[in-house]
């Protein structure tokens, strides 16, 4: 299987780098380049293994935004 090259995503003003996984077909490592936390940021993966289209990304992008706590740690929320 070919590997795509990484994504930058710009998603309500947040950059995200998104890089699929060579050992797990399907799953893209999603990180949150915008952040003041380094290295933050989240994977997704498709049940049926199958790449996600860019507008797949962008939308779990912003399902993981909106459960990050903007106003205090800028970390996922409790």
Known sequence: M???DPVVLI??????SARADVQQP???HM???SVPN???????RRSDQ????R???EKGVRSFLAEIDVN???YLSD
Do not use: I, K, R
Request: no cysteine; hydrophobic share 35%.
């Open 2 to 4: 070919d590997v795509p």
């Open 11 to 16: 998603v309500d003003g947040e950059t995200f």
């Open 26 to 28: 399907g799953a893209w």
């Open 31 to 33: 990180d949150w380049v």
């Open 38 to 44: 380094p290295g933050y940021g989240f994977t997704t």
């Open 50 to 53: 199958q790449l996600e289209s």
């Open 55 to 57: 507008a797949e990304l």
């Open 72 to 74: 205090g740690t800028g």
